[in-house]
């Protein structure tokens, strides 16, 4: 089935466009537009400085209309992780999509097919990765079966190897070849090259340790690349890279294209890593605007708990603000966050009072939302500029 998720905007949401961020009702997923943009230029400005394509992963926010704003500072395209955000992507006007991950279940590939010719009517581009001779022939099938109806799209196609997650990807060197001298039989798939992204490297809290982990990546890709050379088959591109470890990828020589996502809104747990001196300033743009709803002597309730925000990457933190200081969040449940004040001179946080939270991940945050609200001018002073639909939310298939 095909993902077509199009909340509409109640007139509540209309309604909040103009009005002072007091007005957002809690708990609500609330993106400070400007710390986003200097995100969006900081990242546009290093893949310029370094020569390197980026093409943001947009699993993190699933919204068509941000991947369209980062086209628009320089990203080629859009990442996905799933056959159902890249339709969500390409019905938000998306047209050079790259399904980052595997696709094995001949129903979705069907869709895969179905999508590949309706961007390249469009001048789009569909990519995917694969790790399997089997995954190569149900893909090519679901393209030869678009073949005969007398369209003639090509699917690009990036071999993942596993360069140290333990994930997918197939192991460096031989395995690679033979998948790729596979995909060259098919005249509907085109080799484009690796793909060799190192998900546990971007969470080493050690700027060193993310060095060590993707200098070995580097390896693995070169090893692979030499062999590919040896049988004649050039590497088009090397794709790869999270917000963690970038400015390794982007110095190696080896990576053609950066695919970070998280960048845009930084979480709690990005937040934790040793920063590389290499790496631009990321701010935090995604926060829970959340109220205290019950406070007491030692401390206060407020009205977001994990319906509201995902835990898996640890608890959220709270925006310092004065002048209540500095906050802890702990787990409260479902519907609620205890917050006590960090310092013993601080003062428990009064019923009403607006408290900020930063997300420790921010993907499956905003996959718990409709819509993000959108506010320029700051989160104490600032004004609702925007409501932006999630349009790929529960895009899982
Ligand atoms: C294949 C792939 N590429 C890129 C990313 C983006 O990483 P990040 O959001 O950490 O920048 C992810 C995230 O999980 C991923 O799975």
Redesign the pocket.
Known sequence: MQHSTKTPLSDDLKRLIGQPVAAIDTPAPVVDLDAMQRNLARMAEFARKHEIRWRA?A??HKSSAIARLQMQAGAVGV?V?KTAEAEAMAAGGVTDIYI??EVVAPAKLARVADLAHRLATEGGQLAIAVDSHEGVARLANAMADRRRTGEAAVIDVFIEIDVGQGRCGVAPGRAAVDLAQDIRKHPALRFAGL?A?H?RA?HLRGAQERREAIARAVQDVVFTRNLLRQEGIEVPLVT?????SMVCEAASGVYGEL?????LFMDAD?AANEHDPAQPHFEHALFVKSQVMSSGLLHAVCDAGHKSHAIDSGLPKVLTREPTGELDYANGGDEHGILRPARGNQRVPRLDETVWLIPGHC?PTVNLHNHLIGVAGGLEHGRVDKIIRVDARGALT
């Open positions: 992963h699993k993190m990442c992780q980052s991950n793909q992204y998900g971007q790869g890279a999270g917000t963690g695919q970070s996502g998280s960048f990005y993907d």
